[in-house]
């Protein structure tokens, strides 16, 4: 499908803090508004497309109306430092890198729960130190690579079921206090919880067969780690020594602990 494009240099009235895309247009050019300083409300009711860089720093953006979007691409809201929520529709597939790495006042980012993006991409909302409250939509099959990079005040998130990886350093250095993994996933990545010294206790589902190293270390709060299976690969360094993993007798699980100095509590089989 051809969309009709709306590209930086017909943009003439940038200056002003209210901008509203005419409905002929579906699609916006790469770097669009890119570094503009005027634009505090956008709306975008017929757009499909936004370009990469499209509103990348723009500092004074508060807020954006997505209502029909399908793709975001790279860094479209990139450092836009201003932003306080995001409403991506029913309509969202498609996300690039970085989409709104460094908004650093953004709280809330809310999926349409029945949306259509399965992937969330590396560094989608890295560095939201604010961020508090994110919906996730329930296809969702995989969370990238920092993802949630340094979200310190993210001490929630409910994952969605059909969630099979969690990426490398997805959550890294986050503000979370519990976990609860769908019973579906697959994957937990290199330090993919490093540093959420918060966190307190974690339960690790059957369906895991892998676990990359330093998934849960530098968890210095985290008192126990329950694992009743074994599973395929497991890296080094799992967590901290003062943790205690929770696992069956006998198990490869109780062997790994003890090759770490990491004590152990013995599970009763489920």
């Keep these: 499908m051809e969309y009709s494009v709306l590209e930086r240099k017909n943009v003439i009235r940038a200056a002003e803090e209210d901008m509203q895309i005419p409905v002929c247009y579906q699609m916006l050019g790469v770097s669009f508004l890119k570094n503009n300083i005027k634009v505090k409300n956008i709306k975008l009711p017929a757009v499909r497309v936004v370009g990469a860089e499209a509103f990348f720093n723009c500092t004074a953006l508060r807020h954006a109306e997505l209502p029909r979007v399908y793709v975001i691409r790279k860094s479209a809201f990139g450092n836009c430092s201003n932003l306080r929520e995001i409403l991506l529709p029913k309509t969202m597939r498609e996300l690039g890198k970085g989409v709104f790495d460094g908004c650093k006042r953004l709280e809330k980012a809310l999926f349409d729960p029945m949306g259509n993006c399965r992937v969330l991409p590396t560094m989608t909302f890295a ?27 993210l ?38 919880f490093l540093k ?23 968890c210095n709060n985290l008192k126990v780690l329950e694992i009743h299976h074994d599973p395929q690969e497991v890296g080094e360094w799992l967590t901290n020594k003062n943790c205690v993993i929770r696992c069956r007798r006998g198990s490869k699980m109780e062997s790994y602990a003890a090759r770490y100095g990491i004590q152990v509590e013995y599970a009763h089989s489920i």
């Excluded at 998130?157 to 350093?169: S, T």
């Excluded at 890294?172 to 769908?182: E, R």
């Excluded at 010294?197 to 190293?213: A, H, N, R, T, W």
């Design 155 to 192: 001490e929630k998130i409910k994952f969605p079921e059909k969630l099979h990886r969690i990426e490398d350093q997805a959550f890294y250095q986050c503000g979370l206090k519990y976990l609860h993994f769908p019973e579906h996933l697959e994957m937990i990545g290199e330090s993919a």
């Design 196 to 218: 959420c010294k918060k966190l307190e206790y974690v339960f690790i589902p059957p369906s895991v067969q892998k676990i990359g190293k330093w998934a849960f270390h530098g």
């Design 127 to 153: 560095n939201c130190r604010v961020l508090s409250n994110v919906i996730l939509p329930e296809v969702m099959w995989t969370i990238g690579d920092q993802a949630f990079y340094k979200c310190e005040s």
